[in-house]
């Protein structure tokens, strides 16, 4: 699925919708180069889940964690990683329970100890504007798409 988005307000909306149709313990990666509206999308979803403070981008702290609606939701952002061992570290395995909401700015970063995602987000810039595109990994991730369709 691609969309267009004029401008940011477009990308908070989607993300919004993005984010109700969205089953339990998702796994959510973000794509694209910097500045193409990972964080801005990952905002949109968390004001969709009644988020009403800031969202930080999670660059230096690599987690951002949030409890919405009685789920637990993480903000990765692998950026700064040197190594995808840095993870294990970390203790990412206890992050990525079927009972959390991940989403996993970066993905690249961690390949080989990350799992599949359920669902990718990959975002480009065209110009003052930008494409986005929803792959689906799982059948969680096409139940997204579905609703996404409807
Ligand atoms: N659809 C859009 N059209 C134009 N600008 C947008 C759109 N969506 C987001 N933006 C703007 O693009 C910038 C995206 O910044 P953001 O921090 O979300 O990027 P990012 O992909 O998370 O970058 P990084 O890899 O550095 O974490 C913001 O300034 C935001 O206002
Ligand atoms: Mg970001």
Request: with cysteine.
């Amino acid at each position: 699925m691609l969309i267009h988005l004029p401008d940011e307000v477009a990308t908070l909306d989607f993300a919004g919708r993005f984010f109700r149709g969205l089953p339990t313990g998702c796994l959510v990666f973000l794509r694209g180069n910097l500045g193409a509206g990972k964080t801005t999308f990952v905002r949109g979803c968390l004001w969709a889940a009644g988020h009403r403070g800031k969202v930080k981008s999670p660059t230096f702290t690599l987690v951002e964690e949030y409890s919405l609606q009685g789920r637990a939701v993480y903000h990765f952002d692998l950026y700064r990683i040197a190594d995808p061992e840095e993870l294990e570290w970390m203790g990412m395995r206890d992050y990525l329970r079927p009972d959390a909401l991940c989403f996993i700015e970066w993905p690249e970063r961690g390949e080989g100890v990350l799992p599949e995602a359920d669902v990718e987000i990959f975002l480009s810039i065209e110009g003052f504007s930008r494409n986005l595109t929803v792959s689906p990994f799982s059948d969680k991730g096409r139940e997204v798409l579905r609703e996404l369709s409807v």
